[in-house]
């Protein structure tokens, strides 16, 4: 059991996993403020495609920007 306990470990530390999670807070963000919007739940999906048409490039710049101004600090 440890190795797969190793192995759930290094994916949750991944970059990739975080990057994962960070883009899933900001859908269901966009979700919830468009479900307002909207007067009813719009969904995840709806929600998804929705944020990636309008915002995904923007924020992923951001974040790229970010981590740059990160590494160049430390």
């Known amino acids: 059991m440890p190795a797969v306990q190793d192995k759930s470990q290094f994916v949750k530390n991944?970059?990739?996993y975080?990057?994962?999670l960070a883009e899933r807070e900001e859908i269901l963000k966009h979700k919830w403020i468009e479900s307002e919007k909207a007067g009813k739940d719009i969904?995840?999906?709806k929600a998804l495609l929705d944020w990636i048409v309008k915002h995904r490039s923007n924020w992923r710049d951001k974040r790229l920007k970010e981590a740059?101004?990160?590494?160049?600090?430390?």
């Not at 740059?68 to 430390?74: C, G, I, L, Q, V």
């Open 18 to 20: 975080k990057e994962f």
């Open 68 to 74: 740059r101004t990160e590494k160049s600090a430390s």
């Open 43 to 45: 969904g995840f999906e």
């Open 14 to 16: 991944s970059v990739l």
